[in-house]
């Protein structure tokens, strides 16, 4: 079992940055791949990027690419969403996923779910 807990939102200008949090309770943080995904008012929740359970694999969004990276520190149970050059169009609620699962992982195979922390862009 894993808990998840996001911080680091907020609002800011286009062109800001923003680092998210992405806090995990547990023992065994190294079974699980991480995933950050986000839902904009009125829209579907999209995957934004996921990290693999020792950060050699990582995936991210075409639209987030060059703009956004994903890191773990498996000793702090944390992965973190860096944020750079951010759009309004980033405007959303950012959630982190967990699933335990070894090999080829895809959005649907999360299981486990933050509660959410908002992101603001002001254009």
């Known amino acids: 079992q894993v808990q998840l807990v996001e911080s680091g939102g907020g609002l800011v200008q286009a062109g800001a940055s923003l680092r998210l949090t992405c806090a995990a309770s547990t023992q065994t943080f190294t079974r699980y791949a991480i995933g950050w995904f986000r839902q904009a008012p009125g829209k579907e929740r999209e995957f934004v990027a996921d990290i693999s359970w020792s950060g050699g694999s990582i995936d991210l969004a075409d639209s987030v690419k060059g703009r956004f990276t994903i890191s773990r520190d498996n000793a702090r149970n944390m992965v973190y969403l860096q944020m750079n050059s951010l759009k309004p169009e980033d405007t959303a609620v950012y959630y982190c996923?967990?699933?335990?699962?070894?090999?080829?992982?895809?959005?649907?195979?999360?299981?486990?779910w933050g509660q959410g922390t908002q992101v603001t862009v002001s254009s």
């Open positions: 996923a967990a699933v335990a699962k070894i090999g080829r992982i895809f959005p649907s195979d999360y299981d486990t």
